[in-house]
């Protein structure tokens, strides 16, 4: 005779179960989201993988990056670079003291910077010579002229793709590991 039905155990195993899923799932699409860097390869070495349960009801899977140049990787540089609408921190970076005032908002291509010290992306601080003030380093960089570095790079949306290429696969697994728990086992019975 069923004498009732041990929940807690049942939800305790089945997020147990889940969360092995959605690890699996994120170390998948962190070695999708490796695959597709091109520009900055440092970035492979700083994509970290945490898990979180949060009070019982809902299990993630965050992949971060706390370097700089994931940014550029995702979101492309200088005049390639994505426009506010597929880029989230565009309008803040035109707006901080990083954004060369010489530069363009509209076509956004990389320029010389004026005489002085400056505050560069990455948080660090550079001086310039003011040579090039002004000048179109993105030109000056494909012809040879200066640094290759200084060239524009395209967004790869590594992060985007890497979560968007494994959707089905994401869904199918969550969706697998709950059809297929043994609910069942949890009812409690009375042995006569």
């Given at each position: 005779m069923i004498t009732g039905y041990d929940s807690a155990k049942a939800a305790k195993d089945l997020e147990n179960k889940l969360a092995v899923e959605i690890t699996g799932l994120t170390k998948l699409v962190m070695l999708t989201a490796k695959s597709g860097i091109r520009y900055y390869p440092a970035v492979r070495d700083h994509l970290e993988m945490h898990m979180f349960v949060l009070a019982n009801q809902m299990i993630s899977g965050d992949i971060t990056a706390d370097y700089w140049q994931a940014w550029l990787e995702q979101f492309g540089k200088g005049s390639k670079m994505a426009d506010s609408s597929q880029n989230p921190g565009l309008i803040t970076y035109m707006n901080s003291e990083a954004w060369n005032r010489l530069r363009s908002k509209g076509d956004r291509i990389i320029v010389g910077r004026s005489r002085g010290?400056?505050?560069?992306?990455?948080?660090?601080?550079?001086?310039?010579?003011?040579?090039?003030?002004?000048?179109?380093?993105?030109?000056?960089?494909?012809?040879?002229?200066?640094?290759?570095?200084?060239?524009?790079?395209?967004?790869?949306?590594?992060?985007?793709?890497?979560?968007?290429?494994?959707?089905?696969?994401?869904?199918d697994g969550i969706s697998r590991v709950i059809t297929e728990f043994p609910y069942h086992r949890y009812f409690k019975e009375v042995k006569e």
């Amino acid at each position: 005779m069923i004498t009732g039905y041990d929940s807690a155990k049942a939800a305790k195993d089945l997020e147990n179960k889940l969360a092995v899923e959605i690890t699996g799932l994120t170390k998948l699409v962190m070695l999708t989201a490796k695959s597709g860097i091109r520009y900055y390869p440092a970035v492979r070495d700083h994509l970290e993988m945490h898990m979180f349960v949060l009070a019982n009801q809902m299990i993630s899977g965050d992949i971060t990056a706390d370097y700089w140049q994931a940014w550029l990787e995702q979101f492309g540089k200088g005049s390639k670079m994505a426009d506010s609408s597929q880029n989230p921190g565009l309008i803040t970076y035109m707006n901080s003291e990083a954004w060369n005032r010489l530069r363009s908002k509209g076509d956004r291509i990389i320029v010389g910077r004026s005489r002085g010290k400056y505050r560069a992306i990455d948080g660090t601080m550079k001086e310039s010579g003011g040579g090039y003030a002004g000048v179109d380093l993105e030109e000056l960089a494909e012809r040879g002229d200066i640094d290759p570095s200084f060239r524009a790079t395209p967004p790869t949306y590594f992060l985007r793709i890497a979560i968007q290429s494994n959707r089905k696969r994401i869904l199918d697994g969550i969706s697998r590991v709950i059809t297929e728990f043994p609910y069942h086992r949890y009812f409690k019975e009375v042995k006569e």
